[in-house]
């Protein structure tokens, strides 16, 4: 990265960023790459947590783990398009098509 001019704007910008900015900028994009790798965890650790549900004095049906199982296989792909989304718009953000 170049180091910034006198009044903190990278060199070479004509938007009049400054590099904090831009660090701040990639910092948030690297974070929501970071959530997307860990997702695929997170659908895993929620599909077996009915395991843990074996509590014999609860009642739990397996309409209600049914349910359970397809909310959060439902959720996954959402989580992932907000994700793609928000990568989409940080990484590009001066490109109005990327806005979308």
């Given at each position: 990265?170049?180091?910034?001019d006198?009044?903190?704007?990278?060199?070479?910008?004509?938007?009049?960023i400054?590099?904090?900015?831009?660090?701040?900028?990639?910092f948030?994009?690297?974070?929501?790459?970071?959530?997307?790798?860990?997702?695929?965890?997170?659908?895993?650790?929620?599909?077996?947590l009915?395991?843990?549900?074996?509590?014999?004095?609860?009642?739990t049906?397996?309409?209600?783990v049914?349910?359970?199982?397809?909310?959060?296989?439902?959720?996954?792909?959402?989580a992932?398009?907000?994700?793609?989304?928000?990568?989409?718009?940080?990484?590009?953000?001066?490109?109005?098509?990327a806005?979308r």
């Amino acid at each position: 990265m170049s180091e910034p001019d006198a009044s903190g704007r990278a060199p070479g910008r004509g938007s009049g960023i400054t590099s904090f900015e831009l660090e701040q900028r990639n910092f948030r994009r690297r974070r929501i790459v970071d959530a997307a790798c860990v997702l695929p965890f997170i659908g895993l650790f929620l599909w077996l947590l009915p395991l843990l549900w074996r509590d014999p004095s609860a009642q739990t049906t397996t309409s209600g783990v049914l349910i359970y199982l397809f909310a959060v296989w439902a959720a996954l792909p959402v989580a992932t398009g907000l994700l793609i989304r928000a990568i989409r718009r940080a990484s590009a953000p001066d490109r109005p098509e990327a806005r979308r």
